[in-house]
């Protein structure tokens, strides 16, 4: 049986490491704000923005919620983000995604200025993350570096195969996998012979969103895997893009859903907030 990676215990040291910096800088009169802005209520959007209020709650993160109606006009949210960019008191400025149809999310993301750009989606956080500047780093990938250290997995020349091509997972998770010198496939829904690729993992990494789809036929023995989906089964209960108990057979280690991933991802949303004081 696999090593279970927790990332709940994980991303709660990482929440209290972040807790005493910023307590120390409350100390200095330096105070953080993070700026949420939702529109309309798409209701997992609200469990991720309720959580992200907590966590700068519990961390001692100032957040300021703007909630705009499903109708917005475009112009209107590029006028808000507009305003917090010359906010002084605002450290921070998220805007959840997805955006209804009728707004341009890429023009959003744009707007948003790259010094308070914490989701790191801004084209120049993403182009110093392929530069090895220092920047923003995109939260979710982020975070799989930050269980992997933590739990003694070393990255090092491994062979690392991520499945998914995302601009929030796939892509910024090879940048930060070859930044640690790890050698990186990225395979998504067109790749070929898919289950002769994965099963060349040390590390596997699935964030294709595809409800249990790799089974132990997809794993190397010993594998490292790391499951980025999040799903409800056909019993209404959480579930990854990887069937665990098959897989969890034959890995070495393995993230659960929930509780792997997904609390790290607002873990490494604080650290880009407190990294705006730093
Ligand atoms: N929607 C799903 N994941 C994310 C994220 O990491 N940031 C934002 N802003 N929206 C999301």
Not at 190 to 204: F, G, P, Q, S
């Amino acid at each position: 049986m696999a090593q279970l990676i927790d990332g709940k215990q994980i991303s709660n040291e990482i929440k209290d490491e972040l807790k005493a910096e910023v307590e120390a800088l409350n100390r200095q009169g330096k105070e953080i704000c993070l700026a949420v802005v939702q529109v309309g209520q798409d209701p997992a959007s609200c469990v991720y923005v309720n959580n992200k209020k907590r966590a700068c709650a519990y961390i001692g993160i100032r957040s300021e919620a703007y909630e705009l109606s499903e109708t917005v006009e475009e112009e209107e949210l590029l006028a808000l983000v507009e305003k917090l960019n010359q906010d002084g008191h605002v450290n921070g400025i998220l805007v959840q995604l997805p955006l209804p149809a009728h707004i341009d999310e890429d023009k959003v993301i744009r707007a948003i200025s790259p010094d308070k750009d914490v989701d790191g989606f801004h084209p120049v956080s993403v182009g110093k993350l392929w530069i090895g500047e220092p920047g923003f780093l995109s939260c979710t990938p982020a975070g799989i570096i930050q269980l992997l250290k933590r739990s003694g997995i070393s990255i090092d020349g491994k062979e690392c195969v991520i499945v998914g091509r995302s601009n929030i997972v796939g892509k910024p998770m090879a940048a930060l996998l070859l930044r640690e010198h790890a050698t990186v496939t990225v395979a998504h829904s067109h790749t070929r012979d898919l289950k002769e690729i994965t099963k060349r993992a040390d590390i596997l990494i699935v964030a294709m969103g595809k409800r249990r789809f790799i089974g132990a036929d997809y794993v190397k023995d010993g594998a490292v895997v790391i499951d980025v989906g999040m799903h409800r089964d056909e019993n209404g209960r959480l579930c990854g893009d990887v069937a665990f108990d098959q897989v969890s057979e034959k890995a070495s280690a393995i993230t659960p859903v929930p509780g792997g991933v997904g609390p790290m991802t607002i873990a490494m949303l604080m650290n880009n907030c407190v990294e705006t004081m730093r």
